[in-house]
């Protein structure tokens, strides 16, 4: 027997019960087939519906939909982590210019006391960084809020700030100041030994320190730097504020201030000084009128300059304002490749009153380490390498060390220092006389001298310096180029607007004609037919 014989067979043992047992077997098979084939039919019938052109297009827009959602949700919550993220953490790498937004602002800052809920910039804060894929990744300025005009001028303090410890400062006179040590210094700022630097980081309630300006009766009178009485008598007038630039060497272009209130216009003195190459340039040029003056700034000529160098010659004016304007509460200093845009009373109140600051000074939008800015002034070529290495290798055996998280609340060691907002009150004029007295014993890159003067001025006294974002400063000036790369770039090239001829008159049929007709049959392209209309067998002609 085989298998099939028994399966055939079973336990009834007949051909009947097989044929029951088969068609049992067959029924199930029977209902499965409908069933199948209804599926079909209905996967038919959906894929036709949705092979539609309209229903098509709906799930195409609603598809398009949803990635868009997506994308602004991705992007909004990208968003808010930059900004938890700049809120939260102070980066210490050397970042790229278009990252300035991610990393710049600081956990904490300095003199950013809580604003009183009255004022009018109280729930200001700044605009989320911009998407990361644009085009534009150098460093740009950032939305600031200002108050109008005349509310700032009405908060200027009534009293000085209150200056720690110090509250009398005079400087070294010596007609005759001799070198006693190999390295730095200047007959202009009397060789001060590293004792006298020293014991000039000494706070105390009265102090004598070097301040440039060592020879002669009073600065600007025969002592290196001189001016003409006339300025000097003008520059001895008490002014609440002034705004001071400097161009030496013919190196820019003067920027006419904008924006400037008919307040400020009346009560706040723009001085510009220049040395005596740059008058004549500007007089050739008929820059100069008779008045000494082009447009809001008054020019104080500067003769007997006490340095070959041009840079080093500006630093002077930008360090050392408050011995040239003794009578002087406020000052806002900019250099002269800067264009100012925002009112001057503006900006005080922005940056020191209503932080209750006397000092402030906008941080480098991309590198917060002094080693790292040497690093950069070397490979740049910003001055010899070998005196840059000895200024630092200086610092180092004095404590600096590079800028970490540790070093919270202050955000920066490295100053972007075109621009310096101050109030001169006794301490903030030792930290410039301190200040220039490195850039004199140095390097003439004051970048690099500003922290180890004012860590050493912080360990003494309760006093700090407003290092605000660099955004904010690009906010109220505008930087222009210097003459040099001005005159090197190439004119512009005129745009050429290509106009359409007019259309020509045809006197003979009156009717219009173009000048430059298309060329119908040349143009015409291969293996291609013109289509002609025909009735009754024959052509017809237009």
Request: proline share 7%; glycine share 6%.
């Amino acid at each position: 027997m085989t298998g099939g014989s028994l399966g055939l067979r079973g336990s009834h043992g007949s051909l009947q019960s097989s044929a029951k047992l088969s068609a049992i077997a067959r029924k199930p098979s029977t209902k499965i087939l409908p069933s199948s084939r209804e599926k079909e039919r209905n996967f038919l019938v959906i894929w036709r519906f949705i092979g539609s052109r309209r229903v098509a297009m709906l799930l195409l827009f609603t598809l398009s939909l949803l990635v868009i959602l997506f994308g602004t949700f991705s992007t909004n919550k990208e968003s808010s982590s930059q900004n938890i993220e700049r809120l939260s953490d102070t980066s210490t790498s050397n970042n790229l210019e278009g990252r300035m937004f991610k990393s710049r602002a600081p956990p904490i800052l300095q003199h950013e006391k809580s604003i009183s809920t009255m004022h009018p910039c109280a729930n200001f804060s700044l605009p989320p960084p911009p998407p990361s894929g644009r085009r534009r990744t150098g460093p740009r300025s950032c939305e600031v809020c200002y108050l109008p005009v005349d509310q700032a001028k009405a908060s200027m303090p009534s009293s000085p700030s209150h200056s720690p410890i110090l509250q009398s400062l005079t400087y070294i006179v010596d007609e005759n100041p001799i070198k006693v040590e190999p390295h730095g210094g200047s007959d202009f700022g009397g060789y001060p030994s590293l004792k006298q630097r020293n014991d000039s980081f000494d706070i105390r309630e009265s102090m004598t320190v070097h301040c440039g300006f060592v020879k002669g009766s009073k600065p600007g009178y025969s002592t290196g730097f001189d001016i003409d009485e006339v300025d000097l008598a003008e520059l001895k007038q008490f002014h609440e504020v002034i705004v001071a630039s400097a161009i030496f060497g013919n190196y820019d272009i003067i920027q006419q201030p904008k924006n400037i209130s008919d307040a400020a216009r009346k009560t706040i003195p723009f001085y510009m000084f220049i040395d005596e190459e740059t008058e004549s340039y500007m007089r050739n040029n008929t820059v100069l009128d008779s008045q000494m003056k082009v447009g809001l700034w008054r020019i104080i000529v500067v003769r007997n300059i006490p340095y070959a160098d041009a840079r080093r010659n500006g630093k002077v004016p930008k360090l050392l304002l408050h011995r040239i304007l003794p009578n002087v509460r406020y000052s806002i200093w900019i250099d002269g490749k800067l264009q100012l845009v925002v009112d001057p009373y503006q900006i005080l109140e922005r940056f020191l009153w209503r932080v209750n600051a006397n000092f402030a000074i906008s941080r480098h939008y991309t590198r917060f380490d002094v080693f790292k800015e040497a690093e950069a002034n070397k490979a740049a070529g910003k001055y010899d390498n070998e005196t840059i290495d000895r200024q630092i290798e200086f610092y180092k055996r004095e404590g600096l060390t590079p800028y970490t998280r540790a070093k919270l609340p202050i955000t920066s060691d490295v100053p972007e220092g075109c621009v310096i907002i101050r109030e001169h009150v006794p301490i903030t004029n030792l930290f410039t006389c301190l200040w220039f007295n490195e850039v004199d014993r140095f390097t003439s890159r004051d970048q690099l001298s500003f922290s180890i003067v004012r860590d050493k001025i912080m360990a003494k006294v309760n006093w700090s310096i407003n290092m605000f974002m660099d955004c904010e400063r690009r906010n109220f000036v505008i930087q222009a180029y210097h003459r040099e790369l001005l005159e090197r770039m190439p004119p512009p090239i005129p745009r050429l607007i290509q106009r359409s001829p007019p259309p020509r008159r045809d006197i003979a049929f009156g009717r219009t004609v173009m000048k430059n007709p298309s060329r119908r049959g040349k143009d015409r392209k291969p293996g291609s037919k013109r289509h002609r209309k025909v009735g009754n067998g024959n052509r017809i002609s237009n």
